[in-house]
């Protein structure tokens, strides 16, 4: 198997920090994603080659086996056990082994899972790689169940995402991942969420937060007004003498909770009274006969 230097796929050196990989593999994942670059190949195949790096070097003990095995990173605790036991029972007396000399990995995997040799029948069996991927969704998106459709190793897969999915969480696609060695089970495919706010609503937990104007004189003597939720409009009736800064919660009007059907966060409200202006002399008059009463 050909040696590709994770490092350099994602553009870094090995002393990059776990920042720097994160970095780079959400920028390049970007870049080259399939559902930006519908039908160009080579995007697709660096994309695969990107989560892959990120697969081995975004986890701190697969990354120490690549930095000491190399190519052979999957199978170098194999090669270890083997190595001990082969040496205690003298099979491999005068075959000089050291660690970090990556052409004996090389030659003990290749009798041993299937180039050649005494081990040929005895064929291990490898679960295949995981893949690491990036979805983006708006929040109104994350508000509802919806299906999405994902291009992933050449292949499109129908995905339903669950109503309540936060910013940051990570699911899991069974089988979705690469395919396993000499009839290993597949991978995983491991599907980050970035959710962008796309509304007037922030977002808290299943809580929602916004803040609404309103108007001097509904302020004052009170009223009614019309507020935004996630799911359309609802009518507010306003108390006389409302404060700036005034907080209402709207219960169930927040966002959906995850994986638990009917059930909703709240929505907080507060208010934010507007000074008027460009006051006529009349206005102006009224203030003031207010203001010395």
């Known amino acids: 198997m050909e040696f590709i230097d994770y ?21 390049l994942a970007r870049k080259h994603h399939p559902d930006l670059n519908p039908n160009n190949k080579e995007a697709n195949k660096q994309f695969q080659q990107i989560n892959e790096a990120n697969e081995v070097l975004s986890d701190p003990e697969n990354r120490k086996k690549y930095d000491k095995y190399g190519k052979d990173w999957k199978h170098g605790e194999e090669y270890e056990k083997a ?3 082969q040496s205690q029972s003298g099979n491999y007396a005068g075959r000089n082994y050291q660690e970090g000399q990556e052409e004996d990995f090389s030659e003990f995997f290749s009798s041993m899972f299937g180039g050649g040799g005494r081990s040929r029948s005895q064929q291990a069996k490898f679960r295949g790689q995981d893949f690491n991927a990036e979805l983006h969704l708006n929040l109104t998106d994350a508000a509802k169940t919806h299906q999405q459709t994902l291009a992933v190793n050449g292949k499109n897969i129908r995905i ?37 706010t796309n509304s007037n609503f922030k977002r808290e937990g299943n809580n929602l937060y916004s803040t609404v104007d309103l108007d001097l004189y509904t302020a004052v003597l009170g009223g ?32 959906p909770i ?36």
């Open 7 to 27: 490092y350099k796929t994602l553009g870094l050196d090995k002393n990059a920090s776990q920042e720097d990989i994160k970095k780079a593999y959400r920028k």
């Open 83 to 85: 190595q001990q036991s």
């Open 160 to 196: 339903t995402i669950p109503a309540g999915i936060e910013n940051g969480q990570t699911i899991k696609i069974a089988g979705h991942g690469g395919p396993g060695v000499n009839g290993g089970p597949n991978g995983d495919l491991y599907i980050a969420f970035s959710i962008t």
């Open 258 to 293: 995850y994986k638990q059907d009917g059930q909703f966060g709240d929505l907080f409200i507060t208010y934010s009274i507007k000074i008027p202006t460009n006051l006529t002399e009349k206005q102006k008059e009224l203030f003031t006969e207010i203001s010395k009463s």
């Open 224 to 255: 009614e007004i019309t507020v935004d939720t996630l799911d359309g409009k609802v009518k507010l009736k306003i108390s006389p003498e409302t404060q700036q800064g005034t907080k209402v919660k709207l219960k169930g009007k927040g966002f």
